[in-house]
């Protein structure tokens, strides 16, 4: 109509990767006021069409959500044609003070042939060692080489056993106030045994004595029974948030 006011309601945001058939999408979004009425289905099928011109073939999307109740965005993903969202990385976010309470973080002893340092201790020599163990004794998704830029090298820690890494807890500065709990490794030979436990007391101990980080996130991949049972049990505080990181896609 000549003269009408144009108002944003919705917006959708996809990145391609670069030289690749797979796009991500970012963002969906339909101003709360207008949901229900087809707007969300239509904005993601024009962009999906965008992208299926570029040569897209493959969207992925990860959002992030309480793990209950849903909001709605798995049955819109999956009204969209996208599969059935599953939970890819369980995450806990709190006040850092929280980890003062935990009783995990104080009673962890470290038999003497192991040993933990800072994660700049790293020598080139074990740096190649772990290097070739990817796909081998370290599953990729642990790699501490995927995101190393971003790792905060002074509060990550490496777990070595008669001086052979076995292991490694990544910190990373997420912003000024916010650390994220990230990677926590250790070799099939010794897990289930207490040591990664050890990592994170130890991580925690630094972060909360330094007094530098006021919020905590805890990354944990939900394939990783153990680990998500241990945080499950553990982490577990009236002000601590668990979060699911959703994950799905859609093959054209
Ligand atoms: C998810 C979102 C984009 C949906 O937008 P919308 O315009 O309401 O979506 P549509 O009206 O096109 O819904 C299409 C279908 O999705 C499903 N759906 C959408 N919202 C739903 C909800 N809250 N509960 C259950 N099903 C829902 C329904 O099957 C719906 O069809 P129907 O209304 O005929 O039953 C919107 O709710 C939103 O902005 N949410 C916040 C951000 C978000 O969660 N984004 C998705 C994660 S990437």
Redesign the pocket.
Known sequence: MEGAVRVPV?LAVARQEEGSAVAH?L??????S???????????GTLESFLRERGIRTVL?E?L?QAEP????A??????GYETPKPGILVWSGPVEIIRSYSFIDRVPLPDSFEMAAWTTLTQAERMFIHKGVGDWVPPNFSPFEDEDSIDPERSLVLRHRGEVVGWMLVESFDEQTVLFKTMFVHRRFQRTGRGIALIAQACRRVLNEQRYTHGYFFVEADNQDMARFMNRHLDHPDMIREVLWRTVKKY
């Open positions: 919705g999408l963002s969906v979004s339909v101003k709360e207008e949901r229900r009425q087809g707007i969300g289905r239509r904005l993601l999307v959002y959500e849903s909001s709605g965005a049955a819109y993903l999956v009204d969209c």
